[in-house]
């Protein structure tokens, strides 16, 4: 058995669009360990879903490799990756879009166990009622059309499913960005029971700090297809390496305002720049404080600093003093 359930290599995406490449992916290399949950978070439109659907052979790749447990997703076909595809799931943003409004959601629950052979009907039957109570709906309700649950409840089905034929990974992504406050919560304790209960490993995917923070054993922060942090949560959370989780943290709202108030902000600059020729060097460096010429030309790696995070940045920050002497000393017009 791996120590490591996903290791991801170099991987690379380019869409070719009518208006130009976009550049969507740009040497994504990350491990998750078994059981562990990787939050990974950047601004909308970074290549975060981009990941996912790669990881969930959606979508086919440039370049890189994909192994899930030692076995190389990439090169598997027909047959072969079926016999792997029960081993990982992906849970979606929408969950209305992702279940089919004509199917009764009995149906939808048991159309896995059905494709993978699992199980006579009677016992699929069972195993549809055991997924509802799991997710916290009544086994009744799986009469149901989709259309006839709230948000929150159509999010349990999608978890529902997701979780039917025993995975070992699953990838949220957003998978509470379209509910409403009110029922994020509790479909984030379910998530975080089922994970306890099974022993899963999570991709989770978000653009929301607080819930990452809440989740996360491990945090890699994504940049315009890139990755330039990842750490502990605490390590990130608290004292940042990178400019721009900085200030992602930054344009947050605080938890706490009065001390938002008397803090010497590093709000994010100007928009994000299109993913259709990205800067140069570093991706981030049109909108850093405190880049540099060499920023522009070269493109830094991501590498491991002294306080046990990995970071890509040619002058990664020393807490946050840092980051403010720098860009105070340097102003740019
Ligand atoms: P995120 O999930 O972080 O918001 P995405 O992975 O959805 O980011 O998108 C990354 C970039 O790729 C964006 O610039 C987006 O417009 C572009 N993109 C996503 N899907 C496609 C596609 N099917 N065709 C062309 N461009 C795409
Ligand atoms: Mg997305």
Redesign the pocket.
Known sequence: MNENILKVDDLCKT?R?ARGD?S?LDGISLEIQRGEVLGLV?E????????AKALMRLIEVDRGSIELDGVDLLTLRGEELRSQRHRFQMIFQDPFASLNPRQRVSSILEAPLVVHKRGAASERRDRVDWLMKKVGLRPEMADRLPHEFSGGQRQRIGIARAIALNPEFIICDEPVSALDVSVRAQVMNLLADLRKEFSLSYLFISHDLSIIRHIADRVAVMYLGRLVEVGSPKKIFSAPSHPYTRALLDSFPAPDPSKAATKNRQVLRGEVPS?INPPSGCRFHPRCPIATELCAREQPELLPTAHGDFVACHFPLNGESRLLTAAAATPKS
């Open positions: 869409y669009t976009v969507a950047g909308s439109g970074c290549g975060k879903s981009t990941l993913p």
